[in-house]
T-cell receptor
């Protein structure tokens, strides 16, 4: 089975721009969670999508949003980028979320200048 | 909400020695505790997990123990090898059921010296 794929792998944006990241989960997995990883804050949960619905949300501002498509692929969007948004954005795929195993993709490295 | 503390932040061992990483959690309702290994430039890789109805789980050179009363769990790696060098993260499910999300510790950078 193919693993979790994320595109693009690297992005450079400037403050004020917006960005869209994509995640393709493992085939058959219906839950996709997004995490932000920074050296200072570590791994922080952004949100989880299951069957095209946001089921859970972390403590991030409304500039961070996402969606999931009928094939379980997910996108996250960050609007009005700030310098502090520079991070590794990881998505994790799971059969149905919760206490099921989550498998991470390689991440998208976002740099905001 | 759930909070996960992880210690130590760095750990250096000689090849062949054992390594132990400890985590504590705050929410007694948490029922799922995975461990991840992250190598440079890669996403976290699930290496072992344990659920609250089990006290210990082993997979070859790695094992995890869980003490629900004390709310702590530990990762044990025996016969360490240089390829075990990486950052290890513990996590706890924020709350039970189908809608929980993982809360991660800050990570432990393990260095195995040949």
């Amino acid at each position: 089975k193919a693993g979790v794929t994320q595109t693009p792998r690297y992005l450079i944006k400037t403050r004020g721009q917006q960005v869209t990241l994509s995640c393709s989960p493992i085939s058959g997995h219906r839950s996709v969670s997004w995490y932000q990883q920074t050296p200072g804050q570590g791994l922080q949960f952004l949100f989880e999508y299951f069957s095209e619905t946001q089921r859970n949300k972390g403590n991030f501002p409304g500039r961070f949003s996402g969606r999931q498509f009928s094939n379980s692929r997910s996108e996250m969007n960050v609007s009005t980028l700030e310098l502090g948004d520079s991070a590794l954005y990881l998505c994790a795929s799971s059969l149905s979320g919760g206490a099921n195993e989550q498998f991470f993709g390689p991440g998208t490295r976002l740099t905001v200048l | 909400g759930e909070n996960v503390e992880q210690h130590p932040s760095t750990l250096s061992v000689q090849e062949g020695d054992s390594a132990v990483i400890k985590c504590t959690y705050s929410d007694s309702a948490s029922n799922y505790f995975p461990w991840y290994k992250q190598e440079l430039g890669k996403g976290p890789q699930l290496i072992i997990d344990i659920r609250s109805n089990v006290g210990e789980k082993k997979d070859q050179r790695i094992a995890v123990t869980l003490n629900k009363t004390a709310k702590h769990f530990s990762l044990h790696i025996t016969e360490t090898q240089p390829e075990d060098s990486a950052v290890y993260f513990c996590a706890a499910l924020n709350y039970g059921g189908s809608q929980g999300n993982l809360i991660f510790g800050k990570g432990t950078k393990l260095s195995v010296k040949p």
